[in-house]
């Protein structure tokens, strides 16, 4: 960051930087720092060391990078940072946590960096899926960058093992429960030794999962405020009682909690057919797993439905003006194209605009291998993760609720009856005035 001189000299060079343009002031800047969570495997710090490097190549401007571990940890070490005086200029959190951060009164939105037409038309470029979760008070909070939708990845071999056809994949819940059934394997005692179906039910990820199953059942789980939920309407009870059932009644999921880290290695040594779980995890399936694999959109109870996810690039108000504009500039310069299409292809993420599925790279890549197409497909059919303020606690209540009924301890309208009337408390400030 750049140190303070003289009163005289600051006011001088503030004066300057005031009558220069927006790209000039970024050039003052020599070192910006930005927090980025990591979030699934594979190499991706060393994809985006190559980006900073790359930038500063173009622009003389030397990003560092802290990474810082995943999502929920990556805000708690950024608002820490912040607070404490010694914060980065930007970072990468879940899209998300939008209303939790204007709540700490930490971000400055891109109108007040400064968006000129150009910069206008940068923005509508990104898929309005991944908007969804920018806009508040008017306003755009953040840019879409690590994106992703729930997608479900499949054995083709043991879909053909069980007499499915690997090239039609269920579209509705019933259809997926009966594939799971025969999906299901057990041993000559009756263990399980192959899960139909393995969906992520830890804190951190309960809320994702959830929030696509109701999206499936045709209900959005909050208003855009972000100031109240939705957790007792019947076809959020119906998505909840699906959930439970595939355990329970079907007995193709286990019961109790699935944690998301243990999924992939799940899939890849055999011990699930069928895990839901982020495109953005698509490059380490491709790598790692050893026989023929599918990726779907997610079944819905009458039709395909998911739910979009992963992060967003915001912008804290602790950063000078310079620094503000210099963060900007990285973020179009990640967005671009070509960069986005790259990123898309090395890591799985969808490339978040239209331009960038038709550069050259991706349209090859495509063709070559259509799975990495699938999840840009649903998009139409997607609505924003679950975002509201006070968000980490809205997780935690709805997670722990959602925990006891997977454990079999409650039943789908006592656990998201309590989870209602735990958000409602929660949320009853901002919903003042």
């Known amino acids: 960051m750049i140190r303070r001189r003289s009163l005289l000299a600051a006011t001088a060079a503030a004066a300057a ?15 910006l720092s930005f927090y980025y969570p990591i979030a699934v495997g594979g190499p991706i710090p060393k994809i985006i060391d190559g980006y900073c490097e790359e930038f500063q190549a173009q622009s003389g401007i030397k990003v560092t990078p802290v990474y810082a571990g995943d999502y929920t940890s990556t805000m708690v070490k950024a608002v820490t940072a912040l607070k404490g005086g010694t914060g980065p200029q930007f970072a990468v959190l879940l899209a998300a946590e939008m209303h939790s951060l ?9 109108d007040e960096i400064g968006l000129d037409a150009n910069a206008k038309q940068w923005l509508a470029g990104f898929y309005p899926a991944f908007m969804a979760n920018s806009h508040a008070d008017g306003k755009t909070w953040s840019v879409p960058f690590q994106r992703s939708t729930a997608v479900q990845y499949y054995n083709k071999q043991s879909f053909e093992e069980a007499g499915l056809d690997p090239e039609k994949y269920p579209t509705t819940w019933a259809g997926l429960a009966a594939a799971a059934e025969k999906l299901t394997k057990h041993d000559a005692t009756g263990r399980v030794t192959r899960w139909g179906l393995k969906l992520a039910s830890d804190l951190g990820n309960a809320q994702w999962t959830f ?16 100031t109240e939920t939705y957790f007792k309407d019947p076809k959020s009870v119906e998505a909840l009682a699906y959930w439970h059932d595939l355990a329970f009644k079907n007995k193709v999921s286990p019961e109790g909690i699935s944690n998301w880290g243990q999924l992939s290695p799940d899939f890849f040594t055999g011990n699930a057919a069928i895990i839901q779980h982020t495109t953005g995890n698509l490059t380490n399936v491709r790598t790692n797993a050893k026989f023929p694999f599918g990726v779907a959109g997610l079944p819905g ?28 500039k990285f973020a179009r310069f990640l967005s671009e194209p070509e960069r986005a299409a790259d990123w898309s292809i090395k ?56 925990q006891a009924c997977l454990n079999g301890a409650k039943s789908p309208e006592a656990a998201l009856a309590e989870t209602q009337a735990e958000a409602q408390r929660i949320l009853r400030p901002y919903r003042r005035g």
């Open 17 to 31: 930087s005031l009558a220069a343009p927006a790209i000039v002031r970024a050039q003052t800047v020599k070192e």
């Open 301 to 328: 109870l009458n039709g395909p439905r998911t739910v979009v996810g992963g992060g967003n690039i915001y912008f804290f108000k602790s950063a000078s003006e310079a620094e503000r504009t210099a963060a900007l």
């Open 102 to 110: 204007q709540a700490q009164d930490i971000l400055v939105s891109l």
């Open 347 to 402: 890591v799985g993420y969808i490339a978040t605009s239209e331009a960038a599925y038709n550069t050259p790279t991706l349209r090859k890549y495509i063709a070559e291998f259509p799975e990495a197409n699938v999840a840009r497909t649903f998009l139409p059919v997607a609505v924003g993760e679950l975002s509201t303020y006070e968000n980490q606690r809205i997780y935690k209540a709805l997670t722990d609720q959602i």
């Open 211 to 226: 929030g696509a199953l109701a999206n499936q059942a045709g209900v959005v789980l909050m208003n855009e405020a972000g």
